[in-house]
């Protein structure tokens, strides 16, 4: 039954990347060409100030998950229902807070931007997106995570790839339309109000539960410690646009925000793995499979350091092709940011990496035992950000990124070695030196293709085909001669999988 769900959970999660990397691709192109750089940066820019309610679900979620297991485990329907009123509540109480932090953003950014923008401009446009994040985030948030803890992730992605594709629809008619950048953002965000509804009709019909139940305020003891983790990552995960807002221009943010638009697509692609698999190690640590968690550990930090080494090697090969065919015509800011290009995707693979790590201590429930790891990583990417910004501009910013992350990878693996699987950590500095060198290889090859003039997407799919077999060969090869034992046993695994869908 794991093995169904997972399945299900990684085609569907995967289709979902697929929608949002599609749709993050033709918004801002079109933004850009409709309305400019500067408009592009702004959107990017309040997108990022508002995204500590989207990360919610990250933070206090995580908790909500961790409690939910072995509730789920146990099928304890008085257990699960108290559990999500307590969720609920607390939920209820952190949207009013967000309420006042819009109202603060819009009255306070359009006093940090400087870019010829009417202040009443920007003060709608932060309240427009607002109610987007609260249409996207907030509506129907506890019993996504019901569905994430119950191995059924593939319910939410579903819906909400239906809600992309027609928000994208929207948007794209708008603004070929040369309607207002506000009404544009307005009528897309009306589309995510539906999947709340859709997400509460199923979950009455498929689970029983009890609404007029008590809270159980021992569920979320560790909400602090949660939102502590999120409160990190929200500092960490959203310093660099803020410190380019604050330091630089605005046009920097819209070259930021085009570089990050690939980097967190690949990044999204590879979390898909991670999101899909906590669940089941959240049900294997409720009930107590020790060895069964190992051994799967084993054979997922193997899947996921290949899919995180191939698709960062490639797009470290394809990102300044791609970005010059992308704003080709663009005159208004220099999109051509080799240097900032690899630090910044150097950067999302070390957080890709952490991720196997990650989904272990968030299924066991540590937050308290590494909250500290993950203010430390926010003051890093923090301070080493303003200290770089003058001197080195947008590569200062990825430095302090890139630096940040590492540290916190290696901090998580090591807790994880020594705290919960009791292994070396040697383990994690072999995989690591492993798949370097399939990185260094892959470049080496790629050297000896026939050069191509990329002007268009066509040749540019031409290259990256050739660049992505060379990345998947080279990468399956090595580690599958030195992991020999991992190769098997994941594709024991993918035969159970695919012997029980079918």
């Given at each position: 039954m794991r093995s169904k769900k997972v399945l299900a959970n990684v085609i569907t999660s995967l289709l979902l990347q697929f929608t949002l990397i599609v749709s993050g691709f033709i918004i801002p192109w079109l933004i850009i060409r409709t309305y400019g750089s500067s408009v592009n940066g702004v959107i990017a820019s309040i997108?990022?100030?508002?995204?500590?309610?989207?990360?919610?679900?990250?933070?206090?979620?995580?908790?909500?998950?961790?409690?939910?297991?072995?509730?789920?485990?146990?099928?304890?329907?008085?257990?699960?229902?108290?559990?999500?009123?307590?969720?609920?509540?607390?939920?209820?109480?952190?949207?009013?807070?967000?309420?006042?932090?819009?109202?603060?953003?819009?009255?306070?950014?359009?006093?940090?931007?400087?870019?010829?923008?009417?202040?009443?401009?920007?003060?709608t446009l932060v309240i427009i997106l607002g109610i987007k994040t609260i249409a996207q985030y907030f509506f129907g948030i506890t019993y996504q995570i019901?569905?994430?803890?119950?191995?059924?992730?593939?319910?939410?992605?579903?819906?909400?790839?239906?809600?992309?594709?027609?928000?994208?629809?929207?948007?794209?008619?708008?603004?070929?339309?040369?309607?207002?950048?506000?009404?544009?953002?307005?009528?897309?965000?009306?589309?995510?109000?539906?999947?709340?509804?859709?997400?509460?009709?199923?979950?009455?019909?498929?689970?029983?539960?009890?609404?007029?139940?008590?809270?159980?305020?021992?569920?979320?003891?560790?909400?602090?410690?949660?939102i502590g983790h999120h409160i990190a990552y929200f500092l960490h995960n959203r310093t660099d646009i803020v410190v380019l807002?604050?330091?630089?221009?605005?046009?920097?943010?819209?070259?930021?925000?085009?570089y990050m638009m690939v980097a967190v697509g690949i990044r999204n692609v590879t979390t898909t793995f991670s999101s899909a698999i906590e669940a089941v190690f959240g049900d294997m640590l409720a009930k107590r499979e020790k060895e069964s968690l190992e051994n799967n550990f084993n054979i997922f930090e193997f899947l996921f350091f290949?899919?995180?080494?191939?698709?960062?090697?490639?797009?470290?090969?394809?990102?300044?092709?791609?970005?010059?065919?992308?704003t080709k015509g663009v005159t208004d800011a220099n999109y051509f940011r080799p240097l900032f290009a690899y630090i910044l995707l150097a950067a999302e693979a070390a957080y890709c990496i952490r991720l196997p790590y990650h989904s272990v201590v968030i299924a066991a429930g540590h937050f308290k035992q590494t909250r500290n790891g993950a203010f430390l990583e926010a003051a890093i990417n923090i301070v080493l950000s303003l200290i770089l910004v003058n001197h080195f501009g947008i590569i200062g910013v990825?430095?302090?990124?890139?630096?940040?992350?590492?540290?916190?990878?290696?901090?998580?693996?090591?807790y994880l070695s020594k705290n919960i699987l009791n292994r070396s950590i040697l383990k994690f500095i072999k995989r690591v030196v492993v798949n370097f060198s399939a990185v260094i290889i892959v470049v080496i090859v790629s050297k000896f293709l026939p050069e191509i003039v990329i002007n268009n997407y066509f040749y540019w799919i031409i290259y990256a085909c050739q660049i992505t077999v060379i990345a998947v060969i080279v990468t399956l090869l090595i580690n599958s001669i030195i992991y020999y034992a991992d190769l098997i046993g994941l594709v024991n695994v993918l035969k159970k999988m695919i012997k029980r869908k079918f």
């Open positions: 997108t990022q100030f508002l995204g500590f309610f989207a990360l919610l679900e990250g933070g206090v979620g995580g908790v909500v998950r961790s409690t939910l297991y072995k509730s789920l485990a146990s099928k304890d329907v008085i257990a699960i229902s108290r559990i999500l009123k307590s969720a609920e509540k607390f939920f209820r109480r952190i949207s009013y807070v967000f309420i006042i932090y819009l109202l603060v953003i819009a009255i306070g950014y359009p006093y940090l931007v400087s870019d010829g923008f009417d202040k009443t401009f920007t003060f019901l569905l994430q803890a119950d191995q059924k992730s593939y319910v939410t992605s579903f819906l909400h790839i239906i809600a992309i594709i027609f928000s994208t629809i929207i948007a794209t008619v708008l603004i070929n339309l040369d309607t207002s950048i506000h009404i544009v953002q307005l009528f897309s965000a009306g589309v995510f109000i539906l999947k709340p509804i859709a997400l509460h009709l199923y979950i009455k019909h498929k689970y029983k539960i009890i609404t007029n139940c008590d809270e159980d305020k021992s569920a979320l003891k560790q909400k602090w410690d949660g807002t604050l330091f630089t221009n605005i046009k920097e943010v819209s070259v930021y925000s085009i290949m899919i995180t080494t191939i698709l960062f090697t490639s797009a470290a090969l394809l990102i300044l092709p791609f970005v010059s065919v992308y990825a430095i302090g990124t890139l630096c940040s992350m590492i540290f916190r990878t290696v901090q998580y693996a090591n």
